[in-house]
T-cell receptor
Framework: GESVGLHLPTLSVQEGDNSIINCAYSNSASDYFIWYKQESGKGPQFIIDIRSNMDKRQGQRVTVLLNKTVKHLSLQIAATQPGDSAVYFCAESRNTGGFKTIFGAGTRLFVKA | DAGITQSPRHKVTETGTPVTLRCHQTENHRYMYWYRQDPGHGLRLIHYSYGVKDTDKGEVSDGYSVSRSKTEDFLLTLESATSSQTSVYFC??????????????FGDGTRLSIL
């Protein structure tokens, strides 16, 4: 069946360390992937995206890796800061003749000072 | 941040009453979406719009209707609210064509409680 999941619902890291949030998807037809950050009481905020013709994309302190062989997506946050504490969602999108984006349930990241 | 305003931000109402949530954007984006967010679930699409007066159903559309009479406004209506519709509702917008895979940008949500 369809699934966009996260391996760990909660992740706790020390300030300054790197964080890695993982995501699995089941549909090999997915061709566009997005990471969002959601802080308490706010809407999801776009972080970074990647298309299926790429395997890595870097932003400011963030890197997304895509492994199509095992249908795995990860978000790496360098030098994690207290302001990075939030819930992180991955999402997959594909052209099904219409439009469909599936969002994962999210992983909560705690940053310890 | 994308110019998306949702109103009201919080609402408490009773079962059986009609409820309308508003989403207003200042980005002139063609595509607008309504999602609901519930514990243990990812965001689930209720309805979306691909232009003025052009709308379509999402995966959880039962009990909801939408209207888009202007590019900047997308309304979500619960004709007769039920307790199962207690949720946080998010509006999103995106630029570009549906098939070109553009990221969606979200408002800050409406927390709706139906007693």
């Amino acid at each position: 069946g369809e699934s966009v999941g996260l391996h760990l619902p909660t992740l706790s890291v020390q300030e300054g360390d790197n964080s890695i949030i993982n995501c699995a998807y089941s549909n090999s037809a997915s061709d566009y992937f997005i990471w969002y950050k959601q802080e308490s009481g706010k809407g999801p905020q776009f972080i970074i995206d990647i298309r299926s013709n790429m395997d890595k994309r870097q932003g400011q302190r963030v890197t997304v890796l895509l492994n199509k062989t095992v249908k795995h997506l990860s978000l790496q946050i360098a030098a994690t800061q207290p302001g990075d504490s939030a819930v992180y969602f991955c999402a997959e999108s594909r052209n099904t003749g219409g439009f469909k984006t599936i969002f994962g349930a999210g992983t909560r990241l705690f940053v310890k000072a | 941040d994308a110019g998306i305003t949702q109103s009201p931000r919080h609402k408490v109402t009773e079962t059986g009453t009609p409820v309308t949530l508003r989403c207003h954007q200042t980005e002139n984006h063609r595509y607008m979406y309504w999602y609901r967010q519930d514990p243990g679930h990812g965001l689930r699409l209720i309805h979306y719009s691909y232009g003025v007066k052009d709308t379509d159903k999402g995966e959880v559309s039962d009990g909801y209707s939408v209207s888009r009479s202007k590019t900047e406004d997308f309304l979500l209506t619960l004709e007769s609210a039920t307790s199962s519709q207690t949720s946080v509702y998010f509006c999103a917008i995106s630029a570009g064509q549906l098939l070109s895979n553009q990221p969606q940008h979200f408002g800050d949500g409406t927390r709706l409680s139906i007693l």
